[in-house]
């Protein structure tokens, strides 16, 4: 008998996570906070308190990377920022580019996630 699970798991194919971080990425951006990759995992680890939605380090960087290498972002090195109790912190702001990408993929996104919403409640509907 397989072991009962304490959670909800979504499905991978429910939506793409990825995409997900890029676009949560991009809006902290879009709003024209200097941000380093720590600052940006802290704040979608807050962001998704207490839902089954686990994030890693490398995830933030790697997409950051991504990001960097599409043009969509770029960085630069601040050395001993106070922040970061005096140690060099890689900053990132988004370019034209990613922010017309942003303003792009944020409309399909929000209508994907709306209709993954409907699509649940009128699962949850049925088995009540």
Known sequence: MPKER???ALPR?????????TLYILKEL???KKIYGKMIYDNV???FRGYPVSISYSTIYNTLHKME???????????GASSTKNRSTRYYRITDDGLNYYKTIEKDTIDSLLKT????SKFIEFLD
């Open 13 to 21: 194919n429910a939506f793409n996570m990825k995409k997900l971080y």
């Open 45 to 47: 680890k807050e962001f």
């Open 117 to 120: 919403k409907e699509i649940v």
């Open 6 to 8: 304490n959670h909800f």
């Open 69 to 79: 290498e599409e043009n969509f972002v770029i960085s630069h090195w601040d050395e």
């Open 30 to 32: 879009s709003m024209g």
